[in-house]
């Protein structure tokens, strides 16, 4: 029996686009299904959006800093719909752009949800089971059906929006708790507090941004507290309740102390993490297994059905967009191109839009401490950038290199400070390629900046 597609892909994210119109580079006959907008999490919810909003929350700070260079005081204020409104048709015109780069490579993009009838058989459609369902065939399939943000479990938490929802509020709140001191839940206290929303931030441990470096943590927690977000620590979540004064939380230390209650607008963040988008797939029908939600694969991407596989956040790996893109074209290179590839995780960079900016690359301290033990050497810079001398402002950059004494290998880079990821993206690269402490020395500063103390440190 003919089949319909060479390959059919799940999802119409960054990881099931990019490996699409790579199979079809290759002259394989491809079809996606997406019941949604297309790019999935990054373009729509995540990665596009939230930095547009990161550049917006900066303005303040640079229209205060451009005093102190002989500007004269600029009065402005936000305009919260019109924000919104031009980020959000940025995101509709890339929509527009996904849609044109399906159709330039000859890729069928299928309107609605698809599930497996079995492992080479889909029904794509309305999700209700009716006539609203067309049938596909497929050689190989594709599941890149990404995550979803997901709340904790508390009474109340109704009243609480989530990651996704905070590019459509029509209004921008005054007062506004985030629960979670993960990423994107740091990453939205800062951009909201840089609007000028009064933010607290609630975690339950001691630090934000757990499985980071402890130093980077410190110095993003302290600079984010020096910018006026309030950070709560140690906190165990009780309940919200929604009240005419506003939204209440209810919190406590610990289970035997006194409750303390924080009144915030009609809105209260949920970031708590985050969960694969395998429910409903039908992968009953197939052989395909999952480990806590997270469908299971090898190197090649393939999972425990031979003629399925499956990319990006919903094989819970590193949840980053570049992963999945990597991790799709390693698959279409591998059995459409004839061109072997798995894809590394090992050094994969990323970073952290908060204010001040983190980014990171490789082994944390306690990481390669674990690992090499006292071989291991830190070298840290901590200096007040150029920038602000004449802002009058007290902003701290920190740098940090690990490095394994024996071989003299940079085992991992961190920083905290202006503009960390676009510098840690180059040091990324002498990570990656095994430089050593004496390459980074041997390499000439560019004077004056802040990335030379990358190969100064001594």
Known sequence: MKLDFDLFVIGAGSGGIATARRAAEYGAKVGIAEFDRLGGTCVNRGCVPKKLMVYASHFPDLFEDAQGYGWSPVKSSLDWEKMITVVNNEVTRLNGIYQKMLDNSKVELLHGYAKFVDAHTLLVGDGSGGLRQHQVTADKVLIAVGGHPIKPNILGIEHAITSDDIFHLKEQPQRMVILGGGYIGTEFACILNGMGTEVTQVIRGEKILRGFDEDLRTEVQQGMINHGVQILNKIQLIAIDKTTEGVKVILSKDDKAKEETIVTDA??????????????????????????????????????????YAVGDCTNKINLTPVAINEGRAFADTVFGGKSRTMSYENVPSAVFSTPEAATVGMTEAEAREQYGDAVKIYRSRFRPMYYTLAGKDEKTMMKLVVDQKTDKVLGAHMVGDYAAEIIQGVAIAVKMGATKANFDATVGIHPTSAEEFVTMR
């Open 267 to 308: 809105v209260t963040l949920a970031a708590v993490g985050r969960k694969p988008n395998t429910h409903n797939l039908g992968l009953e029908n197939t052989k395909v297994k999952l480990h806590d939600g997270a469908v299971v694969v090898d190197k090649y991407s393939r999972t425990t059905e031979e003629n399925i």
